[in-house]
């Protein structure tokens, strides 16, 4: 698909299928979501605030079609780029309510914020709604800890978030609202759209962008643009236009293909897609791998988690990743692909330096294998941040103890923000493997944990708090694991 540029997408707004030409309508193919509405006349209700995922003034619905059904996610629209909506639905807050003539009618979440006084100034109040939308399109009866995490990635300057909690918990059930009543006509135009198109490639103003839907396909392109920088959520990729200004010359998108998307498991293994988000990862395994989700609860906000993905995260191999320490407790594997075929490789031998990895070239990341743990094995994560939400980790660690008797048979103690990469105490686990899991065993840890690393200090914390708070996290485990 090189070289035969179609340079157009098409997703529905408005009820309608929008035809967008990139070089007749002179936008870069990584123009945001974001700065595309605001260019219309009647979606500027979506506001910048932060252009970096952290206020939640931009966010909109995403309706896609899922296994015969439409799905709506809460995303920030400064993350996205254009071309990453082609086939969606995308829905602003001037799409709630309904118009008949003069006539208007708020939508349920509207009248919800209005009858609670949810909204002062009213510069966060579409991004508060289109929340509060995702909520009310999702969750039956949410309860206040289901409403904080829906509305976690919302700033308020002015009006105090218990007015806007309450609209919340007071939401009426969906029983069919007009989206609901909709989805037919919807349903057919995702239909007409994916006849329209499959694979998307646009060269418009010195940018190339690939959207390839299968594997082989964005291989292919990666042989042939061995410059390429792969997405796939886009959310950190995206801060280097909005925030670096940086000219992202050739993007080749992953994010429609589905074949990454797949979750499934063996006897012994969870396999994650590489391209599943870090919601659907949510979803899959809240049941199955509970820690996975003690992890994924404090992550970011539920617009950025509808977006990232867990590849790109660990692709990113930042030393402040929050999936990293656990992946390396829990002893994950990684599946790459190039076009010469696939190689596995653990995620401790793959993360090779600060924000290195052993990637080559050539290579995307397809899938990561977690492998189930025995009985008699523990995982748990903590995260240190100076917010419980949207906040990035001061330390974080993931830690593994295999007990047998009392007596440490394995342990892994692994942490993020405490070295240039996400790295364990080698030390401190081998002092500890065949001791008493006893509290003086780990006093003794403690003393050797805090001299192990050399901890940076910066603004989110200091060396000294550093090292005290990885060497607590162990103490912290050993209350939690104590016989
Ligand atoms: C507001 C905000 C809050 C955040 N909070 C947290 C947090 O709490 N904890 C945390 O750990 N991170 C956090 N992040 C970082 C970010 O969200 C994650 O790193 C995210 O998981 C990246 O995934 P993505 O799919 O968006 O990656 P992208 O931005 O698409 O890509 C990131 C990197 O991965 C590469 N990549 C992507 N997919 C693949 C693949 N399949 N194969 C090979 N390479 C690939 C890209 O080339 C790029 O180098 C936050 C970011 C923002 C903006
Ligand atoms: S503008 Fe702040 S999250 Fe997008
Ligand atoms: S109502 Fe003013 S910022 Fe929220």
């Not at 098409?10 to 945001?32: A, C, G, M, S, W």
């Not at 042939?224 to 998108?253: C, H, R």
């Not at 944990?449 to 990885?470: H, M, S």
Request: glycine share 6%.
């Amino acid at each position: 698909m090189t070289g035969d540029y179609n340079n157009t997408i098409q997703f529905i707004l408005d009820n309608k299928i929008i035809t967008v030409d990139f070089n007749k309508e002179r936008l870069k193919p990584t123009t945001t979501l974001l700065n595309y509405l605001r260019s219309l006349p009647n979606h500027k209700g979506v506001k910048e605030g932060c252009a970096e995922g952290d206020c939640g003034a931009c966010t909109v619905v995403l309706a896609e079609q899922q296994n015969g059904k439409i799905i709506y996610k809460a995303v920030n629209s400064c993350l996205v780029f254009l071309p990453m909506i082609h086939g969606k639905q995308v829905i602003t807050v001037e799409n709630l309510a309904e118009r008949d003539g003069k006539e208007v009618e708020l939508h349920p979440v509207q009248v919800a914020l209005i009858e609670s006084d949810g909204t002062q100034c009213g510069f966060c109040t579409p991004g508060v709604v289109m929340s509060l939308f995702g909520l009310y399109k999702n969750s039956k009866n949410p309860d206040r800890a289901e409403v904080e995490e829906y509305l976690g990635g919302n700033l308020c300057r002015c009006t105090g978030y218990q007015p806007i909690l309450n609209a919340g918990i007071s939401l009426p059930k969906d029983e069919g609202d007009l989206f609901t009543e909709n989805e037919e006509h919807i349903l057919e135009l995702y239909k007409e759209i994916r006849g329209n198109y499959k694979n998307i490639s646009i060269e418009a103003f010195n940018q190339k962008y690939f959207q390839p839907t299968e594997v082989d396909d964005a291989l292919q392109i990666l042989e042939d643009n061995p410059d390429a920088i792969v997405i796939s959520g886009s959310t950190d990729i995206a801060l280097k236009q909005t925030k670096k200004f940086e000219l992202l010359e050739t993007l080749i998108d992953l994010s429609a293909i589905d074949s990454l998307k797949k979750f499934s498991e063996t006897d012994s293994e969870f396999i994650l897609g590489a391209g599943m988000t870090l919601e659907s990862i949510k979803t899959e395994l809240h049941s199955k791998l509970p820690v996975f989700n003690e992890m994924l609860k404090i992550f970011a906000s539920k617009q950025i988690r509808n977006l990232a993905t867990l590849g790109g995260n660990i692709a990113s191999a930042s030393p402040i990743s929050d999936t990293l320490p656990l992946l390396f407790a829990l002893n994950a594997k990684l599946r790459l692909v190039a076009k010469a075929g696939e190689r596995e490789i653990t995620i401790q031998n793959f993360i090779t330096g600060y924000r290195k990895t052993d990637l080559g070239k050539n290579e995307i990341i397809k899938a990561i294998i977690i492998p189930k743990q025995k009985q008699n094995v523990t995982t748990k994560f903590y995260k240190v941040s100076k917010r419980k939400d949207v906040d990035i980790s001061s330390v974080s660690a993931g830690l593994t103890i295999e007990l047998q008797n009392g007596i440490i048979k394995n342990i892994i103690l692994a942490f993020g923000g405490m070295a240039e990469t996400t790295r364990r105490a080698e030390k401190t686990e081998e002092f500890l493997i065949n001791k008493n899991w006893t509290e003086d065993s780990v006093e003794k840890a403690m003393v050797i944990l805090r001299e192990e690393f050399t901890p940076i200090t910066d603004a989110r914390a200091g060396e000294e708090y550093r090292r005290n708070v990885a060497a607590n996290l162990l103490m912290k485990l050993y209350f939690e694991t104590k016989i």
